[in-house]
């Protein structure tokens, strides 16, 4: 994504992922396998399975496996997620 900073621990079975955004970013619906995180800065809003949430610096939030789910992230946004896959995300050079 532009404007996304982001740093990948790459386990056997799942993958954490350190990302802060510069820029605001519309995500559109998908889903995924299931999805834990933790807000470190700024501000994010999710519609998971159906429900609008939003989330700022302190918050968790966890998507369960299957569900459907979009949002919206803001500038300045940074959190730490688990996600409960091995191949989610990939290093890019």
Do not use: C, W
């Not at 404007?3 to 995500?27: C, P, R």
């Not at 299931?34 to 968790?60: A, C, M, P, W, Y």
Request: glycine share 10%; proline share 2%.
């Amino acid at each position: 994504m532009e404007g996304l900073k982001a740093y990948l621990s790459q386990a056997e079975n799942h993958q954490i992922v350190f990302m802060e955004f510069e820029t605001d970013v519309d995500l559109a619906e998908h889903s995924h396998a299931s999805q834990f995180g933790i807000v470190l800065e700024g501000k994010i809003d999710l519609n998971i399975d159906g429900k609008k949430h939003t989330f700022v610096k302190g918050d968790r939030y966890f998507i369960p496996g299957g569900t459907i789910h979009s949002g919206k992230i803001y500038a300045g946004y940074a959190d730490v997620s688990f996600f409960e896959e091995p191949s989610r995300y990939r290093v890019s050079e």
